[in-house]
């Protein structure tokens, strides 16, 4: 009987400190579910920000590709206006050519009548 005790006892002691240990597991377990738990908070707390700053460059450059448009718009503008003035200045040199030469044709006439 002594010897059974004893095994029992052995035995007793034994699941004691199973017992023990997985209470030292656990509670390093929760621990752990403590720890990850932070870190989810915060790695979601840095995606959030990472998704705005994402979100804010996707606006950013959809202004700044509008700035693009608006100014490619005022450089065509531009370059219309200076080929249309263009235009009109060849078309005045054009025609005080035709008023020079028409002026030296009517010099001309005068010269001869005056002879």
């Known amino acids: 009987m002594r010897t059974q005790a ?3 006892y052995a035995r007793v002691s034994m699941l004691e400190k199973s017992v023990e240990s997985l209470r ?3 509670e390093g377990n929760q621990g ?9 908070t915060r790695v979601n ?3 959030q920000n990472l998704l705005m700053q994402r979100d804010k460059h996707i ?3 959809g202004q700044d590709l509008s ?6 718009q005022a450089l065509k503008d531009i370059v219309d206006t200076i080929f249309n003035t263009t235009q009109r200045i060849e078309y005045v040199e054009e025609t005080l050519l035709d008023m020079q030469v028409s002026i ?3 010099k001309k006439q005068q010269n001869k009548g005056n002879q």
Do not use: F, H, K
């Open 24 to 26: 030292n597991t656990m």
């Open 59 to 61: 606006g950013d450059r």
């Open 45 to 47: 707390e840095v995606l």
């Open 104 to 106: 030296e044709d009517i």
């Open 6 to 8: 004893g095994g029992l």
């Open 32 to 40: 752990m579910i403590v720890r990850l738990a932070s870190l989810d």
């Open 67 to 72: 700035n693009v448009q608006n100014s490619l």
